[in-house]
């Protein structure tokens, strides 16, 4: 299969990250694929701030370090995860957002990549904030979902 060329892959940093991606290995079509690894870091911004300035955290100063950090952490999944003859391209992208939902649907609406695939728990707690439902019905592009 060919149909992927491009791939976008949100990634949580976290130690369960590698269990839910592990059936990446399994994806024959994924072998020449540019993959990308993308992992939307949490900011906070509030409006009201020191001489009338919003404030945001992380600030400037600790982004570039959490940056590194992140996708450092990445690439150690990255390489585990991949299939074992994986000969493609490898992306690893942190980006930081107040609404990260929103961040990844931009960002898969102005690079239009072939495939999201999309790692996902089974059950979500009393409130719906599914990540994979707003990505599938906020963007037209295919969506593989992970469930572990």
């Known amino acids: 299969m060919t149909f992927a060329k491009k791939v976008f892959i949100p990634i ?29 870091f949490q900011t906070m911004t509030y409006a009201f701030g020191i001489a009338e300035a919003p404030l945001s955290f992380p600030v400037d100063g ?18 585990k995860v991949l299939p074992h003859d994986f000969q493609g391209k490898v992306d690893y ?18 690079e ?3 495939l999201v695939i999309i790692p996902c728990r089974v059950k979500h707690g009393v409130f719906e904030s599914s990540f994979a439902k707003f990505v599938s019905s906020q963007t037209s592009c295919h969506l593989l979902l992970l469930k572990h």
Not at 12 to 40: C, M, P, T, V
């Open 12 to 40: 949580e940093i976290s130690q369960e990250s590698e269990n839910h991606l592990i059936n990446l290995k399994d994806l024959a079509f994924l072998k020449d694929a540019e993959i990308h690894f993308i992992h939307l």
């Open 62 to 79: 600790e982004r570039e370090e959490i940056e590194r950090a992140g996708i450092d952490l990445m690439k150690s999944i990255g390489q």
């Open 93 to 110: 992208e942190l980006r930081f957002s107040d609404d990260p939902k929103r961040c990844f649907v931009r960002l898969v609406k102005n």
């Open 112 to 114: 239009s990549p072939d």
